[in-house]
């Protein structure tokens, strides 16, 4: 048996292999590059917002564009709840539990995870309907995530709940 030959060429093509993988694929070192300074500035709004209808008794999301591409303030995609569903949300089976006299509204964040909704009706006089709309519209703004909502008004105070939908 000849078991040098087959060793050396076996020896030979795995200092081949190396020389292959320690060369790399030709991608040379270099010194540290400097780009400038990282970005800054204010983050572009979104261009939609989140409002909770009412469809065959049950809550569900409806996502708008911001009209004019504008941003809006909290309390005035609450105030959108009060105005009611547009057409095409109607023609698609939408409604509002929310009266329009529940405006004005503002909003106030609390530390941990929590809002309150004031409002000029009081929340007792609500539906359980229309108080999830306004808590889930509520909760919908948050970037932060999960949050617990107070809705107050006329000296009455409900919750805190979290959106059941």
């Keep these: 048996m000849r078991t ?18 320690v060369t790399g694929c030709g991608v040379q070192p270099s010194d540290v590059i400097v780009a400038g300074a990282p970005p800054s500035g204010r983050v572009a709004p979104a261009t939609t917002l989140t409002l909770y209808l009412v469809k065959d008794g049950r809550l569900g999301a409806v996502t708008r564009p911001r ?23 109607r023609a698609h089976g939408f409604s509002s539990d929310v009266p329009s006299g529940a405006g004005p509204f503002s909003l106030t964040a609390k530390p941990a995870g929590r809002l309150v909704v004031t409002l000029s009706t009081p929340p007792g006089e609500l539906s359980a309907l229309a108080l999830g709309q306004i808590v889930c519209t509520a909760a919908a703004t948050a970037p932060e995530g999960p949050v617990q909502v107070t809705v107050v008004g006329a000296g009455q105070s409900v919750g805190p709940r979290s959106c059941p939908a």
Excluded: N
């Excluded at 040098?4 to 292959?20: E, I």
């Design 4 to 21: 040098g030959p087959a060793r050396r060429a076996l020896a030979a093509g795995l200092v081949s292999l190396v020389a292959v993988a």
């Design 67 to 89: 009209p004019g591409g504008l941003p809006l303030f909290e309390t005035d995609t609450l105030a959108l709840l009060a105005a009611g569903p547009t057409a095409g949300e």
